[in-house]
C-alpha cells in the first residue's frame, strides 16, 4: 500500500530557507515521478515543482524558480523541496505527490495518484 509522509514544515520569517521531505513507501521510488504541490486556504491546489524517474529532469512553476530546488534520495526514498527566499505568498500547506512511471501533465493534479497529508509552511514577520 503507497504511503507518504511529508515532513519540515514550520513557521518562518521572510528571506527564509526550510527544507521539507516526502518519505514515499509501498511503491518502487526509482520509476516515480515526484510532484510538489501547495494549497493555500480558499485556494485550488497549485503546482509547484516536479521531477521524473528520469536523472535531471525537473520543472518548476514560475513563482518558484530559483528559490525552490526538487532533489530526491533513492536509497532513502524521500524527495526533497528545498524552498529559499521565502515569501509570505509561499505560506500554505505544501504536498508531496507520487505518479508510478508518470512522464507528463507533471503539472497538473490530476496526473497523481497517491498525495501525502501534507506540511504547513507559513512565512511571516
Known amino acids: 500500500q503507497a504511503r507518504l509522509v511529508e515532513s519540515g514544515g514550520g513557521l518562518v520569517q521572510p528571506g527564509a530557507s526550510l527544507n521539507v521531505s516526502c518519505v514515499v513507501s509501498g511503491l518502487t521510488f526509482n520509476w516515480l515521478a515526484v510532484g510538489w504541490f501547495l494549497q493555500a486556504p480558499g485556494k485550488e491546489r497549485e503546482f509547484v515543482a516536479a521531477?521524473?524517474?528520469?536523472?535531471?529532469?525537473?520543472t518548476y512553476a514560475d513563482s518558484v524558480k530559483g528559490r525552490f530546488t526538487i532533489s530526491r534520495d533513492r536509497a532513502k526514498k524521500t524527495s526533497y523541496l528545498q524552498m529559499t527566499g521565502l515569501i509570505p505568498e509561499d505560506t500554505a500547506a505544501y504536498y508531496c505527490?507520487?505518479?508510478?512511471?508518470?512522464?507528463?501533465?507533471?503539472?497538473?493534479?490530476?496526473?497523481?495518484?497517491?498525495w501525502g497529508q501534507g506540511t504547513q509552511v507559513t512565512v511571516s514577520a
Open positions: 521531477s521524473n524517474w528520469i536523472p535531471d529532469n525537473t
Open positions: 505527490a507520487v505518479n508510478p512511471f508518470g512522464r507528463s501533465g507533471l503539472n497538473l493534479p490530476r496526473t497523481y495518484p497517491y
